[in-house]
Structure formats: structure tokens, C-alpha cells
């Protein structure tokens, strides 16, 4: 692709209730602009999940960003990835030659804990939640692998550690397998620790169509996919399949495979959800991903870190937001600019992001992307 990340920003992430949305966008996107060296861009596009009517043109109107076309777009917590995907092929189309990418939710302002089931859907209606739904794919893949409590629960140990080094991050002690195990139940077999943190936060992202620096991170390949039907009867657990069929048009998109990728950033917003998706990568063989955490190869210092940024279970999980999140971390990675928890050499990065599923979905949506640095 022509698309090239000139810049990058965020707020920090976590429960800000002082804070305005408004206030969020305004850090992540002044960092960005002062980053890429860039005034004013020919088109904004805006991931949010809960964000209120008219979030970004009031927010950036406050910022001067007026009189140019600003797209909002929802889907669930792959929002901004969504939106940056987007804009990436804005940009590669020729359609404009230099975008800004924004993330927001303040969670805080809407919830008051966790985020409560929709009823307007028969999901909803029978009260299977999120963390419920997780909980069934981790009890399922128990059944099937053998993956044990310790397993899951290392998950979270690791990307707690590698959050200890992410000033931005809203959770940043670490935690033992333990304390995970022994943390209050949510829905069984996931406890409070291998469950992501709702958070307040922005990102943003500025694309252009050329380099003009090692500095500036070419966006080598994106693809987006939605989920098909699924149910007790498909083979694999609830969103294997969807990551794995985007993950493929990505790697053809961008002409790799995931040998070749260095660093990742991926949803992990309950500890299964990172098994299976490494799974779905093509990291390990179905029923080997728990070995992945186990055996240090995607821990920091290990073949290919998973969420060096601590992931959603440490930076914690602003849906909107967590896409930029995501681009942020790696363009940082593939700078070299990362500091503790930079990942040596890094050349090639990969985000992934997956929306919820309703309604028997396998996942709403689902972006994976590939960046190049030099």
C-alpha cells in the first residue's frame, strides 16, 4: 500500500472521569499532529463505540479542524481499527494524500463497571454477555485441549509484566499466576484478573501517501472481514475462524507470513481471546497456543512478543480507542522508540482487533494489519 504512518498519539488510558472525551481527543490528536509535522489534514475518520453524537466534530472543531469531511464509525471494539483501516485506503487510492485517525470513549461517563448486555438482541436477552461468551469458548477449548487453569492464567501474568513498562498504561503492577487464579470469579473458567478493565482514552493517528523519513511506517497491507453464523456446531471456538481468514488476506495483502512478523498487538481482552487469536494467526497449531505465553516466545526477549504495550488486560480496554492504541505501540516498536519494553530490531509489527459478535455472529468485525518500519 501507499500509506504511511507519519504520526502518532494517545492520552493515557484508564478510568479519567474528570476528564471529557473532548479533553482525551485533544492530547492524542495535538501529539499526533506536532509527530507528522502536520498543521491541518484533508480528511479525518473516527472510531467510538459509545461516544455521544457529534463526539469529533465538536472535539475537533475546538481544535481548529474545520471544513473537511469527517467519517464516524462504529464497530464495537474494532472501531478505530476499522477507521484506520479505512483511511489507509483513502489514502492508497490516491483520494487524499494525507489523513488523521481518531479513537475515543469515556467509558466512565456511561458505566459504572462493567459494560451491562444489550437487550435489543436474543444474546442480550438471555443474558449472555461478553465475559460470559469468552468464558463458554475458554470452557469449550478446555474441553477439547486440555489447557489448564495455569495456562489461561499466564496470560495475564505476561502482559501485566510487559504493562509495568508502559507509562500510559492503566494497570502497571504485576500480578503471579496465583493472584490471577485467586482473584473473584466472573464467569467460570476466567476470574477477575484474565478479564480487561474498562478505560477512558483516545488515540490518533496521522497517514500520508509517501515516506519522508525513517521515521514514517508504511502500512503494508490491511484487510477486514465480518464474521458468518456460528454455533455449537462449528468446529473451531467462537472467533477462530473470522481472525484467521482476515489474518490470510492481510498476509497476502502485504506479501508475509507470520514467521516474519517481529512484533504484535492483539485483543486480548480475556485471556482466551489471546490463545485462540495466535491460534488463528498461524503462531501455533490449534491446542498449542497456551505454550506460546509458557514458553516465553511471546513474552519480551522472547521470537515474537504479544502485546508489549500490556495489551487491553493492562493498558486497559476503551473500545474506541483501542485500535489507535494499538498503531500507536507498534509505530513506537518499529521507531525503536519504545524504551523498557522495546522490542530489539523490530522491522515488521501486526495489530489485530476483533468486534463482538451478537445474534450468533462469529465476530462483527475483525482488522488485521500489517506496518513496515526501515
Excluded at 498519539?9 to 484508564?14: A, V
Excluded at 469527517?70 to 490516491?94: L, P
Excluded at 477477575?192 to 474498562?198: G, N, T
Excluded at 512484533?263 to 491446542?287: N, R, S
Amino acid at each position: 500500500m501507499d500509506a504511511f504512518i507519519r504520526g502518532v498519539g494517545t492520552s493515557l488510558f484508564g478510568k479519567q472521569p474528570e476528564l471529557t472525551a473532548s479533553e482525551l481527543i485533544w492530547t492524542a490528536v495535538t501529539e499526533a499532529l506536532s509527530d507528522a509535522e502536520l498543521e491541518l489534514p484533508e480528511a479525518v475518520y473516527v472510531g467510538t463505540c459509545f461516544g455521544e453524537p457529534g463526539i469529533a466534530q465538536r472535539a475537533l472543531h475546538r481544535m481548529g479542524i474545520t471544513g473537511l469531511p469527517i467519517t464516524v464509525m462504529e464497530n464495537a471494539c474494532a472501531s478505530s481499527t476499522h477507521a484506520f483501516h479505512e483511511a489507509s485506503s483513502a489514502v492508497d487510492s490516491g483520494r487524499y494524500s494525507n489523513v488523521l485517525v481518531v479513537g475515543v470513549e469515556h467509558l466512565t461517563s456511561r458505566f459504572s463497571g462493567a459494560i451491562p448486555v444489550d437487550p435489543r438482541d436474543f444474546e442480550g436477552r438471555a443474558g449472555l454477555g461478553l465475559p460470559a461468551l469468552y468464558a463458554m469458548s475458554a470452557a469449550r477449548y478446555q474441553d477439547r485441549y486440555g489447557v489448564t487453569p495455569e495456562q489461561l492464567a499466564a496470560i495475564s501474568v505476561k502482559n501485566h509484566a510487559h504493562g509495568m513498562h508502559n507509562p500510559r498504561a492503566q494497570h502497571r503492577a504485576p500480578v503471579t499466576i496465583e493472584q490471577v487464579l485467586k482473584s473473584r470469579m466472573i464467569s467460570d473458567p476466567l476470574t477477575l484478573l484474565q478479564c480487561c478493565a474498562i478505560a477512558d482514552g483516545a488515540g490518533a493517528v496521522v497517514i500520508g501517501n509517501t515516506r519522508r523519513s525513517s521515521r514514517d511506517i508504511k502500512v503494508r497491507g490491511s484487510a477486514m472481514q465480518t464474521g458468518g453464523l456460528w454455533n455449537h456446531a462449528t468446529e473451531n471456538v467462537w472467533g477462530h475462524d473470522l481472525i484467521a481468514a482476515t489474518a490470510a488476506s492481510a498476509y497476502d495483502a502485504a506479501g508475509v507470513q507470520i514467521e516474519d512478523i517481529d512484533v504484535i498487538e492483539l485483543h486480548d481482552a480475556f485471556t482466551i481471546g489471546e490463545i485462540v487469536t495466535t491460534e488463528a494467526l498461524g503462531m501455533a497449531p490449534l491446542g498449542e497456543g497456551a505454550s506460546l505465553a509458557t514458553g516465553g516466545h511471546t513474552a519480551l526477549g522472547g521470537a515474537q512478543p504479544v502485546n508489549p504495550s500490556g495489551g487491553l488486560l493492562s493498558r486497559g480496554h476503551p473500545l474506541g480507542a483501542t485500535g489507535t492504541a494499538q498503531v500507536a505501540e507498534l509505530v513506537w516498536q518499529l521507531r525503536g522508540e519504545a524504551g523498557e519494553r522495546q522490542v530489539p530490531g523490530a522491522r515488521l509489527g501486526l495489530l489485530e482487533t476483533m468486534g463482538g459478535g451478537a445474534g450468533g455472529v462469529d465476530g462483527n468485525a475483525c482488522v488485521v494489519s500489517v506496518l513496515e518500519g526501515n
